[in-house]
């Protein structure tokens, strides 16, 4: 039976064929992870907001990210301060990633 490629083969191409290939597709599969952890992590803590977060620690391996890290600690800073000025306590959310987080 034929095998199906695991991946397309334009993506294959861009890796392979060139430096500034393999430069376009990291930018690429960065901007689409900060997004997908931005994402992930915002609908977390609305799916269990009942449960009045103090913080969010993020750890592992996608936790070694500076860039996902500060996308996600700016996107959840506004998005705190903005249900804040709807409540009437005012109370930031805490957010940690330890040194060594993996």
Do not use: W
């Amino acid at each position: 039976f034929p095998l199906t490629p695991v991946a397309p083969n334009k993506l294959i191409r861009a890796a392979c064929d060139s430096i500034e290939g393999q430069k376009a597709l990291a930018s690429v599969l960065e901007d689409e992870l900060e997004l997908k952890m931005r994402d992930v992590v915002l609908d977390l803590l609305l799916r269990h907001r009942s449960l009045d977060f103090s913080g969010l620690v993020l750890t592992g391996g996608c936790a070694l990210n500076v860039l996902v890290n500060q996308l996600i600690h700016d996107t959840v800073a506004s998005a705190s301060a903005t249900v804040n000025d709807t409540q009437s306590t005012s109370r930031a959310l805490q957010f940690y990633v330890p040194a060594a987080p993996n």
